[in-house]
């Protein structure tokens, strides 16, 4: 049996975060939910949800202490993250290497 090249999305060395920021790979500590996420806000706050995508279909969390937590988790990603231009400038570089 012969083995295929790997897939060139399995050797990205960033992570997409929220706002097309990116986060290397081998950054320590970068906080996460552990699944897909989606956090739709608009003008009235209290219609915020969070869609949270699992293997046994789609949650639908809007309670307070939900929507605080969730809130954490992207602010703290958002914070760790690189900037969007050295994202950007990261992403093309790698895509070069390919």
Do not use: N
Not at 35 to 46: C, F, K, N, S
Not at 77 to 96: F, K, N, Q, T, V
């Amino acid at each position: 049996m012969t083995r295929s090249p790997p897939h060139p999305a399995s050797t990205r060395r960033c992570r997409p975060v929220p706002g097309g920021l990116c986060s290397p790979f081998g950054q320590t500590g970068f906080p996460a939910s552990g699944q897909p996420i989606t956090y739709a806000a608009g003008p009235v706050p209290q219609l915020d949800t969070v869609v949270l995508d699992t293997d046994h279909g789609c949650e639908f969390l809007d309670a307070e202490a939900q929507l605080q937590r969730y809130r954490s988790v992207l602010d703290r990603m958002e914070s760790r993250a690189r900037p969007e231009p050295e994202s950007r400038e990261l992403i093309h570089r790698i895509a070069a290497e390919l």
